[in-house]
């Protein structure tokens, strides 16, 4: 029998050549992330929310003929076989390693406070495919707006790292953004420039949010939140599919 000497053991357990590898390892790591000041993170960032996570038009199609199929497709998504679910994998990474953590979510938070630009979003999805047509991409008989999807992949960004964005006054989001988006697309349902050719992709992405924020409410919110999603999953509009 081999026996290993206590003369090769390092002080943290293990033989001195990997306890140095490791070492080298995490050295390497610190310095790809302070890279740039900070900017190698502020990239892997935008590339995970601005471009991997942000809908294709193949997964809006498949949303159109068969929301429910669709539904089913990204619950099982794997990061091995669809880029949305990769960057998501992405996303994670940085909120939790060390080095990244902190740029990561404060980049994040930044985005999220940018409320002005989610109520333009909520506006547009409300409005008619005439109009929505003239900065979307068409999907068939569908269609559908870029910035909707760019705030449908910060919503799912949000949603995927809410347990990392503890800090996060996610009620005072809901007051100032999410509940007034949900205000306007509700009242867009009802109102006769609606049209069905519009698919519900925020309707759909905010009330998941809402889901993954739930743990984060306060008792006195709770009423307010409780009264938005009921009054989305009370619509009967053509876009209440099985998705939403």
Same mark, same amino acid.
């Given at each position: 029998?081999?026996?290993?000497?206590?003369?090769?053991?390092?002080?943290?357990?293990?033989?001195?050549?990997?306890?140095?590898?490791?070492?080298?390892?995490?050295?390497?790591?610190?310095?790809?992330?302070?890279?740039?000041?900070?900017? &190698?993170?502020?990239? $892997?960032?935008?590339?995970?929310?601005?471009? /991997? /996570?942000?809908?294709? &038009?193949?997964?809006?199609?498949?949303?159109?003929?068969?929301?429910?199929?669709?539904?089913?497709?990204?619950?099982?998504?794997?990061?091995?076989?669809?880029?949305?679910?990769?960057?998501?994998?992405?996303?994670?990474? #940085?909120?939790?390693?060390?080095?990244?953590?902190? +740029?990561? $979510?404060?980049?994040?938070?930044?985005? /999220?406070?940018?409320?002005?630009?989610?109520?333009?979003?909520? @506006?547009? @999805?409300?409005?008619?495919?005439?109009?929505?047509?003239?900065?979307?991409?068409?999907?068939?008989?569908?269609?559908?707006?870029? @910035?909707? $999807?760019?705030?449908?992949?910060?919503?799912?960004?949000?949603?995927?790292?809410?347990?990392? +964005?503890?800090?996060?006054?996610?009620?005072?989001?809901?007051?100032?953004?999410?509940?007034?988006?949900?205000?306007?697309?509700?009242?867009?349902?009802?109102?006769?420039?609606?049209?069905?050719?519009?698919?519900?992709?925020?309707?759909?992405?905010?009330?998941? #949010? #809402?889901?993954?924020?739930?743990?984060?409410?306060?008792?006195?919110?709770?009423?307010?939140?409780?009264?938005?999603?009921?009054?989305?999953?009370?619509?009967?509009?053509?876009?209440?599919?099985?998705?939403?």
């Amino acid at each position: 029998n081999r026996r290993l000497h206590s003369s090769n053991i390092s002080s943290k357990g293990g033989p001195p050549a990997l306890a140095a590898d490791i070492e080298a390892g995490r050295s390497a790591r610190s310095n790809f992330f302070a890279g740039g000041g900070g900017k &190698v993170v502020e990239d $892997l960032v935008g590339v995970s929310v601005g471009w /991997m /996570m942000v809908a294709r &038009v193949e997964d809006l199609e498949r949303w159109g003929e068969d929301p429910e199929g669709y539904t089913v497709d990204v619950s099982r998504s794997s990061p091995d076989a669809d880029v949305r679910a990769a960057g998501q994998g992405l996303l994670l990474a #940085l909120v939790e390693a060390e080095e990244s953590k902190s +740029l990561a $979510l404060n980049l994040l938070a930044t985005r /999220m406070r940018d409320y002005d630009e989610q109520r333009s979003a909520a @506006e547009r @999805e409300a409005r008619s495919a005439s109009e929505t047509e003239r900065g979307g991409i068409g999907v068939g008989k569908y269609v559908c707006d870029l @910035e909707i $999807l760019k705030w449908d992949a910060i919503y799912t960004a949000a949603g995927v790292a809410s347990s990392s +964005l503890s800090g996060f006054e996610f009620v005072e989001w809901f007051g100032n953004s999410l509940g007034p988006s949900l205000t306007v697309i509700i009242q867009g349902a009802a109102s006769s420039n609606s049209n069905n050719s519009i698919l519900p992709v925020l309707r759909h992405r905010i009330v998941w #949010l #809402l889901g993954c924020w739930v743990s984060s409410l306060d008792a006195p919110s709770r009423p307010q939140v409780y009264a938005a999603l009921a009054s989305v999953l009370s619509l009967t509009d053509a876009k209440s599919d099985a998705a939403v």
